[in-house]
């Protein structure tokens, strides 16, 4: 009967990921990654798969792959390309992705790494880059750069310059605009301008940097940049987190913590929804002249032409300036999201165990969300928990990996009496759609249900 549900589940599997949460989103490339699936405006326009299924190249300096991406644009290569960084490259300037399209560059377990040279995004389409360390880039250079660019995905990556005595003289200079100065010694973390659409940043830890996130280079950089920012670490930074001018944006299920001045700074008219983040320490209270708002967590500051807000679920602890519950418009973004929607009470726990390289797959938490009980040497008796499917005492990314390729009806053992989920007596899609759920912090205990109802709302029966 089982094997049978199997055959049913393969068949149906496009129809179900709705249930699952994956919407409108690519549902192949959704499948493959799991909770760490793309999501955002990366998934409009055509969506954005880089150099999947094509030609991987693993590249052993800054110059190789530099070298790599002129030749592709001299020869108007447009077949898929996967370029991997296994070690650290080192160097001064940026490398360029100029010109080119259907590129991923992509480091492998943790150790891909640029020091001291960063990737300049300029005129490119479907560009994905993945799992990658990249710091200390010398202004005017940032860690990545994207102009006139579309559909780019920012995923799992670890960005950070250094905050305090950049230059070596012995003080700190916060004031900025000084050649030479601290705040000037280094530039942005990632940085987007001009005509540069659909762009989704997830998954990331950026940290240790006075720049960090510019959206529109200045006031009169007026465009419409649709970007998603979700699921990222914003730790000891002092502001742009990000600064956004024009057009419209997505800021959801984030973490901030340590923040000197202002996070979220919507600029120039733009409208952002920004929700169920988590702020922590955040914020100088100083107040803005041109707005009037106090540096905190959200708020408009540093341009004449005030920005918007769209504000729900954001939680702020010991913070200090403009912390909004009001929303000053209505935006609502033009995508499918709900299935990634971790609410903000979660979002510290689950974002600081799998933002940052080395866990794309999910396989490498920094923090396990689910310590095992120490056991009992008087008590031999196995115990289940509910949701650990492969048996090793912790519910995580691996579970979820685990009985999905189970469902998919291939060869794997699991511990079934701990995959029933729903508590319908059955191993079923459903109990894959649970788990997830409660990965995102979307129900808090196991099993649900209790056998009346599945997931999507209709009868099941024991």
């Not at 920012?229 to 057009?247: A, I, Q, T, W």
């Not at 702020?316 to 973004?333: D, E, I, L, R």
Request: aromatic share 8%.
């Amino acid at each position: 009967m089982l094997r049978k549900m199997r055959i049913f589940l393969l068949a149906g599997a496009v129809m179900m990921q709705s249930l699952i949460g994956f919407g409108a989103v690519d549902t192949a490339h959704a499948a493959v990654n799991g909770l760490f699936g793309l999501v955002g405006f990366a998934t409009m326009n055509g969506g954005t798969t880089g150099g999947a299924g094509g030609k991987e190249v693993t590249v052993k300096s800054a110059a190789e792959m530099s070298e790599l991406l002129n030749q592709r644009k001299k020869n108007d290569d447009t077949s898929p390309l996967i370029i991997k960084v296994a070690s650290k490259l080192t160097g001064t300037g940026a490398i360029g992705v100029k010109e080119v399209s259907n590129v991923s560059i992509i480091g492998v377990g943790s150790s891909g790494e640029l020091d001291g040279v960063g990737l300049n995004i300029v005129k490119a389409s479907n560009i994905i880059v993945q799992n990658l360390k990249i710091h200390h880039t010398l202004a005017p250079t940032d860690c990545i750069g994207i102009e006139n660019s579309k559909n780019v995905w920012i995923d799992h990556c670890e960005l950070y310059n250094m905050i305090g005595d950049c230059n070596g003289d012995g003080k700190v200079d916060e004031k900025g605009d000084i050649s030479g100065g601290d705040v000037d010694w280094y530039d942005g973390l990632l940085d987007c301008k001009k005509d540069s659409a659909y762009i989704t940043v997830s998954w990331n830890y950026f940290h240790d940097s006075f720049k960090t996130s510019l959206v529109g280079s200045s006031d009169s950089d007026n465009y419409d940049r649709k970007m998603t920012y979700h699921h990222n670490v914003f730790k000891n930074l002092k502001e742009r987190l990000p600064s956004y001018r024009f057009g419209t944006g997505h800021i959801f299920s984030n973490y901030y913590a340590d923040v000197w001045n202002s996070a979220v700074n919507s600029r120039m008219g733009a409208q952002l929804k920004v929700e169920s983040n988590y702020f922590e320490r955040v914020g100088s209270g100083a107040v803005n002249g041109e707005s009037g708002l106090a540096a905190g967590p959200i708020g408009s500051y540093n341009s004449d032409l005030i920005g918007y807000y769209d504000v729900k679920d954001n939680t702020y602890v010991s913070c200090k300036g403009n912390q909004p519950t009001t929303s000053t418009c209505n935006y609502t973004p033009p995508y499918e999201y709900t299935g990634y929607l971790t609410p903000a009470s979660r979002v510290k726990e689950l974002v600081t165990q799998y933002a940052g390289v080395g866990k794309l797959d999910g396989s490498n938490p920094t923090n396990p969300t689910d310590p095992t009980e120490p056991t009992d040497p008087q008590d031999p008796i196995e115990t289940t928990k509910c949701g650990d499917i492969n048996g090793d005492g912790s519910i995580d990314t691996i579970d979820f990996a685990t009985l999905k390729i189970y469902l998919l009806g291939q060869s794997i053992t699991i511990k079934t009496e701990a995959s029933d989920l729903d508590s319908d007596k059955a191993v079923t899609i459903l109990d894959l759609a649970v788990l997830k759920k409660y990965l995102l912090g979307q129900v808090t205990t196991l099993p649900v249900n209790n056998g009346i109802t599945d997931p999507g709302g209709n009868t099941n029966p024991i």
